[in-house]
């Protein structure tokens, strides 16, 4: 069954091994902030650092693997039709917010919306890091400079993570101005079952 | 006093607000994984994704500041005769020395002797996140590919990081082959007194 994420919003949810996460641009250019933790053991989650090293790419795409600061696959993207994601920055708060748009009134942002919804499993806020920013289109040059552009994703595309193992899952539809060509669209998904 | 960390080894150490951390490569193309909490509350700690996004830039030198998930500045470079670290790459563990050097005996690695000399403060593993690996030459590609090149330092080379709230500090001489142009040398390191 769809599930619909309302813009600037975030939900948690449980996935088992083997079931397949589907994740859904429905309107195109729209990021999702995911982030997952190990259903039996909260001290173990998704690391960006050991999946960039493992996969010895910042490019994500069909066959990456998403792994925990312990060293095991969390994920595996299985289909992508977008093969524009991030894994370097963390989701947004109320800080991030003051810092990149001083003017606008802040939000509690991607972070925020994950710790709400992981608050329900009991998971701590500093227990958040770096999210996979699936169908977030960060440019970094030769020289290093980090550029957000607007997502590559167009309306309907979508990503495929299968789950190896038992995980406690957060989800958002981004809140970012800049990450989203500037306009708050919904994020859908799909738990498919295991193959 | 200058310290000596012996090679394939770490520390851990406090500094306050104000004092100056020097950290030397003394033999030259060796590695120096850095990490840190605040003293006050162990919940804070170094985050390379807020660092990332902050910065604007996955290429740190001098006037560049290394940010805690709290999005508190922890440290700022304030001089740098190297200008070229990594803050991607999560540290190695005993599984990463599987992964990357499997017909080799698995050592600790960086992750290991952070997670040692940090116990000694009562912080648990799970907490160490991506270091700022200080020293280190990672090549990423237009592509996205991740390349581990031997360091640019020069004996003698240094940096020197100002701390700019009480931390617990870790540091360690890097054990890893490829990083260190396969050969496994001290590092160095002094507290400065406030400016």
Known sequence: ????????????????????????????????????????????????????????STHFKSGCKLYSNESQVMFEIIEDTVEEHDFLLTPCSVDTFKHFYPSDPPVPGCHGNLVAAFAE??????????TFNTFMNVDVSPEGKIAVLPPTSKAGDYTIFEAKMDMIVGLTACSAGESNNFRYKPIQFEILPAL
Do not use: C, W
């Open 121 to 130: 499993f009991d998971i701590p806020a500093h227990h958040i890091g770096t």
């Open 1 to 56: 069954m769809r599930q619909t994420i309302q813009p600037r919003s975030g939900t948690a949810f449980t996935i088992n091994k083997g079931e397949r996460l589907k994740v859904i641009d429905p309107e195109g250019e729209q990021v999702a902030d995911l982030y997952a933790f190990n259903a039996h053991d909260k001290n173990e989650f998704m690391s960006s650092g050991r999946s960039l090293d493992y996969n010895e």
